[in-house]
């Protein structure tokens, strides 16, 4: 960083020319900045140098930490021989390499690889590519696509079509294609839901050409929780009816839970997987989107048949991301493997268990893996006014105990980097606490 450049300077120039993600920039602009310099493991360092634990793991990507050694000599490697190089008609070793690791990772069948920029961009390719294949395969009316109740699948037109996010997504909805959902099931009862998905696809028999789930969890939703065995069941009514299955693991994936895959875990063979935010360990953009052989199969031909996919993104597969992802996944199986991370979730459980389970301001705590989800609410029933925004005012008395977190709404997502130790964790639970104990109980409204 410029040592003549003051952090003052930079957010100055932030707040006259970025516009931020999911931010109220006005809101954004009253704030006292936060400009991010460096980062170490599970930490990040300000310009002004103060520490910070990365508490949502820099939204949910980072995996072994800030500045991790062997990603960044795998970064280096791949740098000095060549940073950009397109997949359209031609390949590398990286991306190569990086779609037979993760073909051998997956459940059998899942036999090739598209990579795209971001989690949005594989779920429209699942969703594309499966509507093609009910065209080359005659099967016309075979269109409708049903997704599930609090769904999010990201910001394109298609994935927000398919998703369920209320607000985020509301006034969008005149321009997106019709889609069929299903409620949710509740975190240890899914019959209702898997009633009503039976009943949807009886009633769409023939018409449905794919359904699209995250499994186990619904992190935008919440950390919505779901029933061992759901999934499994899921896959089963998609397969009675010739339904594609579509398993958004963007963010599930990659340890996240506990298991590389979520779907292996569950012994389901889904017809496409999508991967993002964990595969490059939180270091570049990719993503990819898993398909069975069988899919992949009816789009040969020859040129003039068109059957090919015509669909592309002009950093698919990007040499410098591919290499940053085969590095990380390499380094994280060992760890799934040995029980490491195991052990690790089993302690950041038991330690938000003991600080949040009777806590008088949290009316549900959810968790499961390295995901959780705290609802803030008044000691006394009801709920905050909006306006209030009292999971904001708990973040910004976080970071004045060293740690960045993110509200969802009156919700507090806790999402370390999994390369915490039970130390850290302890740390990212108890300063989370006692902002939320400096905060609430003095609220007034």
């Known amino acids: 960083m410029n040592t003549s450049v003051t952090t003052l300077d930079i957010a100055e120039v932030d707040r006259r020319h970025v516009w931020h993600p999911f ?101 429209e390719v699942a969703l594309k590519q499966s509507f093609q294949f009910w065209q080359l395969a005659g099967r016309l009316e075979k269109r409708g696509v049903i997704g599930m109740a609090g769904a999010y699948h ?9 998703g369920d996010s209320g607000f985020f997504h509301d006034r969008f909805r005149p321009w997106c294609f019709a889609t069929d959902h299903f409620p949710a099931p509740e975190e240890h009862d899914a019959d209702a839901s898997l009633a009503a998905l039976a009943e949807l696809l009886r009633a769409k028999d023939g018409q449905t050409a794919c359904l699209i789930l995250e499994p186990s969890v619904q992190g935008a939703a919440g950390m919505r929780l779901q029933p061992p065995g759901f999934v499994r069941a899921v896959a089963d009514l998609c397969r009675q009816h010739e339904v594609h299955l579509i398993l958004d693991e963007v963010f599930v994936g990659f340890g996240r839970l506990g298991p590389m895959f979520v779907c292996s875990d569950e012994g389901v063979n889904p017809d496409f997987l999508c991967l ?20 992949y199969n009816a789009f040969l031909g020859t040129y003039e048949s068109r059957r090919a996919f015509f669909h592309g993104h002009t950093f698919t597969g990007n040499p410098l991301a591919s290499a940053v992802a085969l590095a990380n996944v390499r380094k994280l199986r060992p760890l799934i493997e040995s029980g490491v991370l195991a052990r690790r979730s089993a302690a950041f459980g038991r330690l938000l268990e003991a600080a949040f389970a009777a806590h008088p301001h949290v009316r549900a705590l959810r968790y499961r893996g390295f995901a959780a989800a705290l609802d803030l609410a008044p000691a006394d029933g009801g709920d905050y006014p909006v306006a209030l925004r009292a999971g904001l005012k708990v973040c910004l008395r976080a970071r004045e105990h060293g740690l960045l977190l993110r509200p969802l709404g009156d919700s507090l997502l806790l999402v370390p980097p999994l390369c915490l130790d039970e130390t850290e964790l302890n740390q990212l639970v108890t300063r989370t606490l006692r902002a939320i104990d400096d905060v609430l109980p003095t609220l007034a409204f």
């Open 276 to 295: 993002a935010k964990g595969l490059t360990g939180g270091y570049l953009p990719l993503a990819a989107t898993l398909v069975r052989a069988e899919i």
């Open 23 to 123: 931010t109220q920039m006005q809101e954004y602009a009253s704030l006292p900045p936060v400009v991010i310099a460096s980062g170490r493991g599970g930490w990040l360092t300000d310009g002004d140098g103060r520490t910070y634990l990365d508490g949502n793991a820099s939204i949910w990507t980072n995996v072994h930490g800030h500045n991790d050694p062997d990603l960044n000599a795998a970064l280096l490697d791949q740098l000095g021989r060549v940073a950009h190089a397109t997949m359209l008609g031609l390949t590398h070793a990286p991306g190569a390499d990086l779609a037979a690791e993760l073909v051998g990772l997956a459940p059998a069948g899942l036999d090739h690889v598209f990579f795209t920029d971001n989690g949005s961009g594989a779920v």
């Open 154 to 162: 990201g910001d394109t037109f298609g994935t927000m079509a398919v």
